[in-house]
C-alpha cells in the first residue's frame, strides 16, 4: 500500500496541535528529558517523509534506527520536562488513532 503524503502531513499537524493545546496549562517541572515520537512508516521514501514532516511544521533529521527503521520526532509544545513527556504521549496516541505506527521514546536528559 502506497503512503499518502498529504495524509501524513494533515495527520502530523494535527497531533502536534492536539498535543501542544492538551499540555498548554501543565506545570513543566519534572526532569528535561528528550522525549519524542518514533514514527515508523515501512516502505515509504525517505526524502518524502522527511519533506511532509517538515510541511507539518515539525523537524527531522533522518531516518533512524530504533526498534526498527523510523523517524524521531518531537512536538512544538514548549516544554523540556513533565509537558514535552505527556505532549508526546498524546501525539503518538492521536497518530496511532489515525492509522500510523507512533511509538513514545522516553529518555531523561
Not at 13 to 30: F, R
Not at 42 to 63: D, M
Request: charged fraction near 25%; include cysteine.
Amino acid at each position: 500500500m502506497a503512503t499518502n503524503y498529504d495524509k501524513l502531513v494533515a495527520d502530523l499537524h494535527y497531533a502536534n496541535d492536539v498535543a501542544c493545546q492538551s499540555t498548554a496549562k501543565i506545570n513543566d517541572g519534572g526532569t528535561a528529558n528528550r522525549d519524542s515520537v518514533f514514527l515508523r512508516i515501512p516502505r515509504a521514501r525517505e526524502r518524502s517523509v522527511l519533506a511532509a514532516i517538515q510541511k507539518a511544521g515539525l523537524y527531522c533529521r533522518r531516518k533512524s534506527q530504533w526498534l526498527g527503521q523510523g523517524y524521531f520526532i518531537t512536538p512544538t509544545s514548549d516544554g523540556q520536562g513533565d509537558r514535552r513527556a505527556k505532549a508526546v504521549e498524546i501525539m503518538a496516541k492521536t497518530l496511532n488513532d489515525h492509522g500510523w505506527n507512533a511509538l513514545t521514546f522516553k529518555q531523561m536528559d
